[in-house]
């Protein structure tokens, strides 16, 4: 299995890395010594990276390592501010047995908070339970964040779970509060605008991986500007929040979900098109379709140099045309926490001279008031 480095890598040892690569964990050694290969140093051992171990396409980009520069950023802005304890999330989930992916992925981002000086208390409830707990801990100024692991009910009833978090503590910007601010393009929570909003941390994970992976420079309403991209979901969770974040960026881009696909404006005007034509003329293209039923994007439908990302479980472009992209982005997780920290970070900063004050603070708080913690249930 590989190592972790610092926080999400994937890493290999040079015993794992060599069983892999069919050599001696002594030459691999040397090789890194020598600088030859992509590694790092841990006191006399090194670690591989997956591009070198598996021997990943020149194209492909592994978004781990761009994920671990965003969280070592972070513990630098928490030990500047000099919190006077750690924020704290309180992470929902549904009964265990229920979503193992769920709590795989509450696991790492549990991890990823302790690195960064922040308390991630992992929780389970009784379904009927759920939306009662979030109420209460909006009203706990003891609690920071709110983070649900969905899916709960799988239903119409998730959207509305999301809707009883208070927005100051929606680590994950899907409220109706933070939507509002994104599709008006609003930035700031404040008129000093010293207080920036929140954008949904999957949405914000495929933004920067784009323009890091494309070179883009970072302008606020310009990043993406004269850039045409397609994006196959239109989720209110993913894909809808992406395509404004995009078009309030410059681009112009064509969604597409079941019913077909449109060009969307930033007047809030819509025409349809077809996805032979939105795939011909477009720079990026993004999936996140959770299906195995969804024709897959082929090397003949795409330009030359194309920059091709996929945030779905399921993989939804054929092998030509990841061979054919300029740049293929098979996953955004290791992103999507880094950017759920950050996010926690920021709504705590717009936050703390409430939850600094001495009477706010409970030193006797315990996780067990919302629920039975995660780490006591049985494997």
Known sequence: MPITFPTLGPWYSTEEAAKIMELSPGHISRQCRLGKLECKQIGDSYCLSERVVKRLPDNEFNPADMAN??????????????????????????????????????RTLQKACEVVGLELGLVENDLDDIGQQILKANADPSVHGIFIFFPIFKDERDRQLKDLIDPSKDIEGLTSFWSSKLYANERYVDEAKKKK?????????????????????????????GKKITIFNRSDVVGL?????????????????????????????????????????????????????????????IKENVTCLNFSFVQNYEDSAKKKAGVYVPRVGPMTIAMCVRNAIRLYENNKAVYERSENFNPEFSWTTYGKPVDELAA
């Open 69 to 106: 520069y965003f969280l070592q950023q972070l513990p630098r802005i928490v030990k500047r501010n000099n919190y006077p304890h750690k924020p704290r999330i309180l992470g929902i989930l549904a009964p265990v047995a229920g979503d193992a992916a769920s709590v795989v992925y509450a």
């Open 197 to 225: 909003a929140i954008l949904p941390c999957t949405s914000l994970a495929v933004l920067k991986t784009l323009a890091y992976v494309d070179n883009l420079d970072e302008r606020m309403g310009k990043t993406f500007k």
């Open 241 to 301: 929040p992406l395509a404004y974040m995009l078009v309030n960026d410059g681009a112009t881009v064509y969604s597409f979900d079941i019913d077909g696909g449109f060009v969307m404006h930033k007047n809030g005007t819509k025409e349809a098109i077809s996805r032979e034509d939105a795939l011909k003329q477009s720079d990026m293209v993004i999936t996140g379709v959770p299906s195995r039923a969804f024709e897959k994007i082929r090397g003949e439908e």
